[in-house]
């Protein structure tokens, strides 16, 4: 069984930072790319940014300049990195990874169970 498991949410003001955390746990072969949604209420869940194995990254063009993910390979650990927060930032955050379990040839897409992240003004 695999699991996704998110930290870091909670509620900060406008131009704050705060830093969110998913770790992948289970029997895995691989972890391939990591991202993070955001899904605000009434609204579809985006992708927010985005991050290869071997590093390479991609922003939604509302967050470039303000967010930064990154990835630790030997924790199975991706980090959201949030700064200089907007209100419109406000929503729930879902961590999402491409992995392969061990003794599977098959890439699955996990979820977490998402974190709120609310940014007052």
């Known amino acids: 069984q695999v699991q996704l498991v998110e930290s870091g949410g909670g509620l900060v003001q406008a131009g704050g930072s705060l830093r969110l955390s998913c770790a992948a746990h289970?029997?895995?072969?691989?972890?391939?790319?990591m991202a993070w949604y955001q899904q605000a209420p009434g609204k579809q869940r985006e992708l927010v940014a985005r991050?290869?194995?071997?590093?390479?990254?991609t922003y939604a063009d509302s967050v470039k300049g303000r967010f930064i993910i990154s990835r630790d390979n030997a924790k199975n650990t991706v980090y959201l990195q949030m700064n200089s927060l907007k209100p419109e930032d406000t929503a729930v955050y879902y961590c999402?990874?491409?992995?392969?379990?061990?003794?599977?040839?098959?890439?699955?897409?996990?979820w977490g169970q998402g974190t709120q992240v609310t940014v007052s003004s």
């Open positions: 991050i290869t194995a071997s590093g390479t990254t």
């Open positions: 999402n990874a491409r992995i392969i379990k061990a003794a599977s040839p098959y890439e699955y897409t996990y």
């Open positions: 289970g029997s895995m072969f691989s972890v391939n790319a």
